[in-house]
């Protein structure tokens, strides 16, 4: 069956990707909580929020017509994702509270995503049964 295009704006990509993303975080933290007790073992988080406002910004370039006009950023400043190439990044020793306050607002994250997706689609829904009316 051919996949249809175009329905959806990039708003349902970014969420997407946002569920992915927060999909991994839960099993990072799951992780860090499970091994909380084992001498020299450190957390780990994922470094996503650069990534999100990246994906968010405008493609626009930037042209300078003076040499001390602000330079466009660097290449290697910006963190880019790729698939799911996303950076994990050491947090130091694992703490129960910090760990556990990550995982709340990580599922709250997630299901206001879901709900809001769920909405786009229901939207999407009416638009089309309405349409055929």
């Known amino acids: 069956m051919k996949e249809v295009t175009g329905i959806f704006d990039r708003t349902v990509a970014l969420m997407e990707d946002r569920l992915t993303l927060n999909a991994r975080r839960q099993e990072l933290i799951a992780s860090n909580i499970a091994n909380i007790d ?25 042209v300078t017509s003076d040499e001390k006009h602000i330079k466009p950023p660097n290449p290697e400043d910006v963190i880019v994702q790729s698939g799911s190439d996303v950076r994990v990044v050491e947090t130091g020793p694992v703490d129960f509270e910090t760990e556990m306050a990550k995982l709340m607002k990580n599922n709250v994250e997630y299901q206001f995503i879901v709900t809001m997706l769920i909405k786009k689609f229901s939207l999407l829904k009416m638009a089309l049964t309405e349409g055929s009316r």
């Open 38 to 62: 084992t001498p020299g073992y450190v957390a780990r988080d994922l470094s996503f929020e650069r990534v999100l406002e990246e994906a968010m910004e405008p493609r626009i370039s930037m």
